[in-house]
Structure formats: structure tokens, C-alpha cells
């Protein structure tokens, strides 16, 4: 809401750049601790970083803004009024009781008259998917190799970071759907390639061009209205 519409191909950029920054080692540690300490320490790890994730999640039930959105950047205020609003809020949260109520008629005239729309979401879901879980377990089953998926995981990471804020500029000039055509025609390829790929380096490279694929398409698409 607080983007430009003229602006809104780096606006989604920038979103989706700054989660994979963040993000681009951790396939590779997880690879790591998996193989150094076994799964039940990967899976302790990880159930610890979830419980942290959560903290900035319980903002959602503020009744204000605890982020101050100024000249394109974001503001958090200070940090006691930050850690009295997620105190606040779990309390909330804890009582919070959901005012929504699914009707089947109205959700399906919502679907027929964005079928289009629902169609293009549905694929995107399951490509995301795909290439999150179903891709890692063929490296595995291919390589036997736990390190391996999460190498494929960081080069995967590093070649969409490199690419989004690029795409996400280029995305205001150019026409959204023709660069959403040209990377679902690629998207398309790159699966076609994978299928006969057996040798490792191959592996990891068709894994990083997949990364800069994917948002060719995403950002885009994400971005698009």
C-alpha cells in the first residue's frame, strides 16, 4: 500500500531480495549440522529459529503501526515501545478469536470471476513447491549426498538474490506480461533439462540458472496490476 504503482516491479524486488539475503547460507549450515550432528540437532535448530521467527509476527495485532514507513524505507521505533508491543500483543494474541466465516457461494463466484487469476496462483504455488521440496529430495536420491541438497539450497538462494533487484527494476520498463511469458517459457525448459541431468556439476549449475529464472517469472507476476 505504500508503493508506487510506477514503482511497484522494485518495490517487490526489494521484498522478496531481502528474505533470500538473509537466507542464502542457511541451506548450507543445515547441510552441515545434518551431517556433523544428525538430524535431531538440525531439527532442534530449526524448531529454536521458529519460535524466534515468531516474535515480529505478533506486530500483526497491533492496533498501530510499529514500524514508521518514511521516504521508501522502513522506521522501527524505539526498542523498549518494540518490546512492549509484542508483550501487548501475545497477550492479545492469546485471546484473539477469528471474526471469519467461509461461504462456498461467495467463494465460488470469487473463483469464476478471477479464474485466471486463481488458475496462475494455484501453478505458481505448486512450482514453488516443487522446487523446495520435490527438487532437494532428487539431488539426494541422485548424489547420496546430505550436503549436497543443501549446497543446491544456497547456490538456488544466491542466483535469485542477485538477480531480483535487477528484475524488479526492469519489471517498471518492460511489460509485465511479456516478461511473465518469457519466464514460464523458460521456467519450462529449465524442468525439461533437469530431467536428464545426472552429473553434479550440472546439478548445481542448472540450480543457480533455475534461481534466476524463477523471478524472472515471480517478480513480475507478483508485481503485476
Known sequence: RYS???EM???TGKL??????????SPLIGGFIAVTFGFSALLVTVFIFVLIAIIPLLLAFSNGDSFIFKDGKFIPKKFSSFVLSVYCNLVEALHAKST?????????RLFKDNKKYFLAEILDNIGEEVEAIIWPIFVFLTL????AVGIVGTLLNIGSFLFTLLVGRISDKISKKKLIKFGAIL????????YYINQEYLIYLI???AGFITVLFLVPFTSYG
Not at 100 to 108: H, L, Q, T, V
Open 100 to 108: 471469519f466465516k467461509f461461504e462456498i457461494k461467495k467463494g465460488w
Open 4 to 6: 508506487n504503482k510506477n
Open 16 to 25: 522478496f531480495a531481502l528474505p533470500k539475503l538473509f537466507s542464502i547460507f
Open 187 to 194: 521456467l519450462t525448459l529449465t524442468w525439461l533439462c533437469r
Open 144 to 147: 547420496e549426498n546430505v550436503a
Open 207 to 209: 540450480t543457480i540458472i
Open 9 to 11: 516491479g522494485e518495490a
